[in-house]
């Protein structure tokens, strides 16, 4: 997810507007079909509304299996992400 949209969803939750943070993250999710890390978003993001552990569980294994997996690791400085 483009980081704007990324950044609407979790404005939308701190505000406790969860329908639409979930609907920015499944719209984001439709624009991008074969792309995994929106749909491990928009499940992650859904997960959080509905307090659904198993939603949650398969987000994590969806967006590990994505083109660049989150994982509970900093950055190194050798992997030219920014800060």
């Known amino acids: 997810m483009a ?15 969860r329908s639409p943070a979930e609907d920015l993250a499944a ?8 792309v995994p890390t929106p749909h491990g978003i928009a499940a ?22 994505g083109p660049a997996p989150y994982t509970s690791q900093p950055p190194s400085p050798t992997s030219g992400a920014r800060c």
């Open 27 to 34: 719209r984001h999710s439709a624009r991008n079909p074969s």
């Open 44 to 65: 992650h993001t859904a997960a959080l509304v509905n307090s659904d552990n198993a939603l949650l569980e398969r987000s994590v294994r969806i967006l590990r299996a």
């Open 3 to 17: 980081a704007r949209g990324q950044r609407a969803v979790q404005i939308a939750l701190r505000a406790g507007n």
